[in-house]
């Protein structure tokens, strides 16, 4: 069984390999960004390819979360309908719970909205350059008199002696039980992750006895809830009025992230392929069975980033790739890294508003996480 994948693999790389002596960059969707439709037969395949051009003054990567909660699911293409700017293209981004929680961290305009686990992520920087990193969250609070203390989670659960921040993602009020203190605050600087911002505080809620209700979180700012140590630390050291500094880092990445969402696993790395699936915690079956997905990868220069879906489990249409193969296909194209993204009935591009692909769920498109977005201040001529 081993020697039949192993040589199911080795011809589906030479079949590749054959397949693409080119890199078409196809059909010009705006300044920028450029569509391609693979359709192989062989196997078959059916593969969509968006090619953009990072250094284009008129693009952005942008990222949405369904139903703008952490805890809800939205089709790829409502995100689209409802983003308010020109999005040339989508595609389906994180693996996610039932609830809807994406598996992998998150950030939408440098708002960092749930911490990272020990997986990969694919991200942009505020000067545009991407990265794929297993990052880690390291937050700290600092008071007026520069006493540091340790933020544990962004819209996590609040465990004993913890300090968390619970933004207008997770819900219009605080989750956390009412053995606590809870500080209303605003925002003073634009949020950002890996550069310091500032807040204000101004409701402080639990001190002499257990809250009495829930607290409202502000749209334009959000709720530091402690308990415990941390608690003792709000009671001494915050002060309604004050003005504090956070600083909210995803190391190793050092410089502001603009963008960014969760993926399984990394499958190329420094222009090779590899498939960290054993890394990151997923099962060998993962990696070999063909699949529907969706992928994220760019080029050694980081200006170019290739996003591409690839339908499956529909034998006539396309039958879908091992992770091997889908790696071989970018790896080809010019990525020298890449991450795969969630797939199966996932698997979903849309360009200009309509769904290219072909879902794979009987019902058609899935309501999914978050879609990772490719934004246009221009259109290409004619559109």
Known sequence: MKIKKFYLTLVSLFVITVLLYSKPKGEL???????????????????????????????????????????????????????????????????????????????????????????????????????????????????????????????????????????????????????????????????????????VLKEKNGLFEPIQKSTQIPSNGLVLSAHGKAKHFADQYLEEEDTLELLLRLPPVKDPVKTLVGGIPRIIRDGEISIEHMKENLYEEFRTTRHPRTAVGFDKTKDTLYVIT?????????????????????????????????????????????VVNKPSDAAGERAVTNALLVVSTTLSQGQ
């Open 29 to 199: 969707l705006a300044s920028g960004v450029w569509y391609y439709h693979d359709r192989q037969e062989e196997q078959p395949w059916d593969i969509h390819v968006v090619t953009v051009c990072l250094s284009e003054p008129t693009l952005s990567i942008e990222t949405i979360k369904a139903g703008n909660q952490l805890r809800a699911l939205e089709k790829t293409s409502s995100m689209v309908a409802r983003y308010p700017g020109n999005v040339v293209a989508a595609v389906n981004a994180d693996f996610f719970q039932e609830d809807g929680m994406p598996v992998g961290a998150q950030v939408i305009q440098g708002e960092l909205i749930k911490n990272p686990t020990n997986r990969s992520v694919f991200g942009i920087t505020e000067n545009k350059e991407p990265f794929i990193h297993v990052v880690r969250f390291d937050g700290v609070l600092i008071t007026p008199d520069r006493i540091h203390y340790e933020i544990k989670y962004v819209n996590g659960t609040r465990y004993q002696d913890n300090l968390v921040i619970y933004t207008p993602y997770i819900g219009s009020e605080s989750p956390a039980n009412r053995w606590g203190t809870e500080i209303t605050a605003f925002f003073v600087d634009p949020i950002s992750v890996n550069q310091m911002f500032r807040i």
């Open 310 to 354: 690839v339908d499956g489990r529909q034998p006539r249409h396309s039958v879908g790739m091992t992770l091997d193969e889908l790696a071989a296909y970018l790896k080809n194209m010019g990525a020298y890294q890449a991450l795969n993204l969630d797939g199966g009935g996932s698997t979903t591009m849309v360009l200009k508003g309509n």
